[in-house]
């Protein structure tokens, strides 16, 4: 009987374990900058975000997305989980970003073709 139990009990393929392992996460951080007199408006277009574009992050492999807000400088600080195997870095490629992009640029700092002003920050700590 216990040596039933154990079959059971045991994965079957030798592939399991490299399969079914936990994803390993990347974890990104950046600022961005809000024009004055926008916070609100920022918080109110986030709160409706797009299902389409919440879906593209997920697909893309981003997840635990949080964006906060210094309402005294509009300086945005994000910060994102993203697989080891993310296509993020597709994203800009996408009609939904581009245009959630031009949706997003009279309330921003933004470039040219309206992908948002971001700078990349290092982690100096961390701590689980």
């Known amino acids: ?36 007199g926008f916070e609100d408006e920022y918080k109110k277009r986030h709160d409706e975000i797009w299902p389409e574009l919440s879906a593209a992050l997920t697909e893309a492999g981003v997840s635990d997305y949080s964006i906060y807000l210094d309402r005294a400088t509009g300086i945005l600080f994000a910060v994102q989980k993203r697989t080891e195997n993310h296509t993020a870095d597709e994203l800009p490629n996408l009609p939904i970003v581009k245009k959630w992009w031009a949706y997003m640029a009279d309330i921003m700092d933004t470039h040219a073709d309206n992908s948002p002003v971001s700078t990349s920050l290092e982690c100096v700590f961390h701590m689980d």
Not at 21 to 36: D, G, N, Q
Request: a positive charge.
């Open 1 to 36: 009987m216990g040596r039933d139990i154990l079959f059971y009990l045991y994965p079957k393929s030798p592939d399991f374990f490299k399969r079914n392992r936990p994803y390993t996460m990347e974890k990104l951080a950046f600022l961005m900058k809000l024009k004055p």
